[in-house]
């Protein structure tokens, strides 16, 4: 086989064999077909799409690029969870201990940022010390002693989507629903868990940007998970605005652990319970998702979910100190505030652009060697249906350089004040089938 004669298949719009797709996976992973070749199938597969069955054949080939990890023999339903990407989504940091703590055991893979979205991982990393590769022995004993931990790829598991995903993100096809289905059900089936909640974003912040888009993603991850045997369903949410107020790594750190603490922004505490409860209920652990959030409110209220965060920071390695006193975190040198030039009522702010400024003032990767500045991002003082009175701070930027010029024009862009909107709802859909 030749890979020139695939991308030539795939370009005119044929659909790829299981052995085929089996041969692109295997030689991409090891290095014989070179990225600029993978880039064209990448873009073939953008503009052409796949079949169901591709995308199975594809997904199944990436799991199976590197180790499969077993869980089976740690009691109970082990169960992750899986956004398709956001702008300021700090659920998983939430999420993972606070649903740990009500006795669900949690075994979470996540990623690094793509695009103008931020990853878990990258988030995790700004607290000094945390550790997001663990060895297989050691995620299986923290998943088995604290009910929790979340690794990010090792270079084992799932190697083929670490190396498509980062070659994604700097060739702009990562707005595909064979690659982000592909991308994450086969980490998803290479981690282990037994039951798997998805989050499948819609929105400007989102890879699938109308609700149409989002049902056909959702229903392909839940058919793939089915097919390898994982309890799977989609909560559709809205990416319209960012989730919560921050946006940046160190700044989720610290509004993970404010909204730990019980001063959570609302839209990021009530996805945290939509999603922690189907979680609870998938790990049966409670019967119905009325009671799953009475016992995910309970924990949250007490203090044993803030708890479960910081026992898995200890266990990974990360700075404690920093946990206690988040203002440690706040090393940006420059702090601005960026008032509403007209009084009204903010009725959107797109998501994306909105990343896109983070990302510029380094909260993100432009290309994939580039490094993160952690300390770096925005928080937003105002979300859509606030009431503003000019001069009044719209969000306050974080930088580490004076030069904010081009990123405050596209924040400007990127904020209509005028007459007043409703709330976007902030989940559309839910997918079990
Ligand atoms: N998250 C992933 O893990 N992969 C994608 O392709 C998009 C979001
Ligand atoms: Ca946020």
């Known amino acids: 086989m030749r890979m020139v004669d695939l991308i030539e298949k795939k370009r005119d719009g044929h659909a790829l064999t299981k052995e085929e797709i089996l041969f692109i996976i295997e030689n991409y992973t090891n290095g014989t077909i070179p990225d600029y070749q993978m880039s064209a199938l990448l873009m073939a597969i953008y503009y052409q799409d796949m079949t169901d069955e591709e995308i199975t054949n594809l997904t199944l080939a990436m799991a199976n690029s590197g180790e499969v990890i077993d869980l089976s023999h740690l009691a109970g339903i082990k169960v992750d969870k899986h956004s398709t990407g956001g702008v300021g989504d700090t659920t998983t940091l939430i999420l993972a201990p606070l649903v740990a703590s009500v006795g669900v055991t949690v075994a979470k893979m996540s990623g690094r940022g793509l695009g103008y979205t931020g990853g878990t991982i990258d988030k995790l990393e700004a607290i000094p010390g945390f550790k997001v590769e663990l ?26 989507d670490k190396k498509l995903y980062a070659l994604r993100d700097v060739t702009a096809t990562v707005g595909s629903i064979p690659l982000i289905a592909s991308s994450i059900m086969s980490k998803k089936i290479a981690a282990g868990a037994d039951a798997i909640v998805l989050d499948v974003t819609t929105g400007d912040g989102a890879f699938m940007k109308n609700l149409d888009e989002a049902r056909r993603l959702a229903k392909t991850m839940v058919r793939i998970g089915k097919l390898a045997q994982r309890n799977t369903m989609a909560v559709i949410s809205d990416m319209s605005q960012p989730l919560g107020r921050a946006i940046g790594n160190s700044l989720e750190i610290i509004e993970a652990i404010d909204t730990l603490q019980g001063r959570g922004p609302a839209d990021l505490v009530e996805m945290c319970y939509a999603l922690g409860s189907q979680m609870v209920v998938l790990a049966k652990k409670a019967e119905t998702l009325a009671e799953a959030r009475e016992m995910l409110e309970a924990a949250l209220t007490s203090g044993a979910a803030f708890a479960k965060f910081k026992e898995m920071v200890a266990n990974q390695g990360g700075d404690l100190s920093v946990i206690e006193e988040p203002a440690k975190l706040m090393t940006a040198k420059y702090k601005i505030e960026l008032p509403a030039k007209t009084s009204g009522y903010v009725r959107r702010i797109v998501a994306n652009e909105i990343g896109i400024a983070a990302m510029m003032l380094g909260a993100g990767r432009k290309t994939k060697e580039d490094s993160i500045d952690f300390a770096v991002g925005l928080v937003l003082n105002k979300k859509v249906g606030d009431a503003v009175t000019e001069g009044e701070s719209l969000l306050t930027i974080y930088s580490n350089t004076e030069d904010i010029a081009e990123v405050t024009r596209l924040i400007y862009n990127n904020i209509e004040i ?16």
């Open 135 to 160: 060895s297989d022995e050691d995620f299986v004993k923290f998943v088995n002693e604290s009910h929790v931990a979340v690794i990010g790829q090792s270079g084992n598991l799932a190697p083929a």
């Open 418 to 433: 005028g007459n007043q909107v409703d709330e976007p709802p902030l989940i559309h859909d839910i997918i079990t089938e």
